[in-house]
């Protein structure tokens, strides 16, 4: 979510309500309009800004998650692959697998990413990861998983590809108890999931994680004296969306 200027994927998309209050619902239908406006956002070159908007609520997530440099992690939704090069960096003995829905995006990661040996990346939906259970130590998603069609069974697959105590870390700005971005639902170009705190991690105790918790990552951007976006009123209220913060939910198998 570019939360500089704007919300990523931004055209409106207001045809069924219950679908960006939290409904759960998923399909071929709903992975190829994912595909296809993600890829659509490639050709625009969007993936390249996502460090820029992003790496200020991620930043203190990869301290929170207390990497080990022989960590084997994987990047849900990773786009053009800035956060899979950040982490394949802080684990040299290690492997980080970047997986994304948009082959055009994983196109511009691997492009951007031939002098990392421990990186690969992956086309894949969160719905069914393409890779063997019980490998990975760690899992984040950034940004991704209210676009998820289904997300109960996005994290009931990320649980299964992970580690006996392996961790799970999912970061976003899009959220239920963050009221300054509710209006983004009607904005998106595609159907969103906008879920509470308590909903993200009742998703994670079904799916089988413990010591399930979540925090509030305030952004520490400056604001603009004056915001000319769409997406907030004014610069107030993008200071008061920012001083709030990011959702980071999170959870051990």
Known sequence: MLISAQPALARCNSHDSRIRRGALVAGPEADQTLREEFNRW?????????????????KPTLGLMQIEPTDNIVD?????????????????QGRVVGMDISDEMIHHARRASVDLANLVFVVGEVNEIPWEA???????????????PDPAKGIR????VLHENGSAWILINYYRDNPYCHQWGEKLAVPTHLLSAAEWEKLFREAGFANVAHRLLPDPTPT??????RW????????????IGALLVHGTK
């Not at 990773?78 to 982490?87: F, M, P, Q």
């Not at 697959?157 to 299964?160: F, G, L, N, V």
């Open 157 to 160: 697959e990320i649980y299964r």
């Open 224 to 229: 603009p004296e004056t915001y000319t976006g």
């Open 42 to 58: 490639a050709d625009a070159g969007k993936g390249e800004s996502m460090e820029h908007d992003h790496w200020p609520i991620a």
């Open 134 to 148: 019980n490998f990975f130590t760690r899992a984040i998603s950034v940004e991704s998983s209210y676009y998820w």
């Open 232 to 243: 907030f009123r004014d610069a107030k209220e993008l200071a008061a969306f920012r001083a």
């Open 76 to 92: 849900v939704g990773c786009g053009a692959g800035w956060l899979s090069r950040v982490l394949a960096k802080r684990v040299p």
